[in-house]
């Protein structure tokens, strides 16, 4: 008796091609600047279920930093400063707790209390083009003091000694929310990504199999216009510069980076660019330069082993040695004041 069983060859029923790789990318507003994510994946909708999350934790982060937000755990510090310490998130106490490490390895240039300074220079929304009275400016120097912040990690508590001071984590909370959505994303099994936060960018695997390769603002150029490229895979991408938020008056340059022991903008560079493995601790380092001067700027990414690329107050450009053979120059920053 013939057998019903009929055997199919693996030929007959052809499994339909896996979908390729591509770009699959969304934008919105975060932390007050484009929160930009793109993943080269083949998975869509797992990438945009992955994108929802990072939004919402840059949101939720937002929420504990902000100086805009009532009932911020940075707005609750600086509402008890001088009075009593208050609790504060772990993320908070964490952030903190790096930051106080940068203001160590910068001699306190880096300083998240240069909050003191709020409302005098006006670089966001209601900027006005008008450069503050000095002497109300330096009436608030002395309450610009990282070492005058303490933090209980223990307790989960951080406490501003003296009346008057303020947190501002502007500086560094951006970076740290760019590592929590790195997190995020490799966690939901992503490998190849980016994560863009204003000037602060992680580059997660490769695009089509090469290396991300990113561009580095001209610092005088129109925005977009790049002066070099670098080819950057597992890193952060970190830029500070005098062309964001700022103006120019009767021909001189302000603009937000302050240096905390004048109270006026910074003027050791025109833009830094780093490249290291933590986003935050890139976020925190790109305002060195500005901070210390280019010889001392420099000697400590050296000493930290972090790359640089740094557009010098006379329109230099200077590389860390590690970037050697990564970075290509595609002309020479655009000079003008």
């Given at each position: ?16 091609p896996a979908p390729a790789p591509r ?315």
């Amino acid at each position: 008796m013939a057998s019903a069983i009929v055997v199919l060859s693996a030929a007959c029923t052809p499994r339909p091609p896996a979908p390729a790789p591509r770009l699959v990318e969304r934008a919105r507003v975060a932390m007050g600047s484009e929160l930009r994510l793109t993943a080269w994946t083949a998975d869509e909708p797992g990438a945009q279920s992955a994108f929802d999350a990072v939004f919402d934790e840059f949101d939720r982060l937002e929420s504990l930093m902000s100086t805009w937000r009532p009932g911020s755990d940075v707005e609750r510090l600086n509402a008890a400063a001088g009075r009593q310490p208050v609790h504060v998130s772990s993320d908070v106490v964490e952030v903190l707790e790096i930051a106080r490490q940068a203001s160590e390895w910068t001699g306190g240039k880096f300083d998240v209390t240069f909050g003191a300074l709020s409302g005098l220079w006006k670089f966001d929304q209601d900027q006005d083009n008008t450069i503050p009275d000095m002497r109300d400016v330096r009436a608030r120097l002395p309450l610009i003091d990282y070492r005058r912040l303490r933090i209980d990690a223990s307790r989960g508590t951080a406490f501003l000694e003296r009346e008057g001071m303020r947190v501002n984590l502007g500086g560094i909370g951006k970076g740290y929310a760019v590592d929590r959505g790195v997190a995020i994303l490799r966690a939901r099994g992503f490998h190849d990504f980016l994560i863009q936060a204003g000037g602060d960018l992680y580059a997660a695997g490769r695009h089509d199999g090469q290396p991300w390769r990113l561009g580095v603002q001209d610092p005088r150029g129109k925005p977009g216009q790049a002066f070099a490229r670098v080819a950057v895979s597992d890193a952060t991408f970190s830029t500070s510069g005098d062309y964001e938020r700022a103006f120019v008056k009767d021909g001189v340059r302000y603009h937000h980076i302050i240096d905390p022991a004048t109270g006026e903008p910074a003027r050791g560079c025109r833009s830094t660019t780093i490249v290291t493995s933590r986003a935050v601790i890139a976020d925190a380092l790109s305002k060195t330069v500005f901070l210390l001067g280019v010889d001392r700027g420099m000697a400590l990414f050296d000493r930290l082993h972090v790359d640089a690329i740094v557009v010098t107050p006379k329109n230099e450009v200077l590389v860390t040695p590690g970037l050697k053979g990564r970075l290509e120059l595609v002309s020479a920053p655009t000079d003008a004041p």
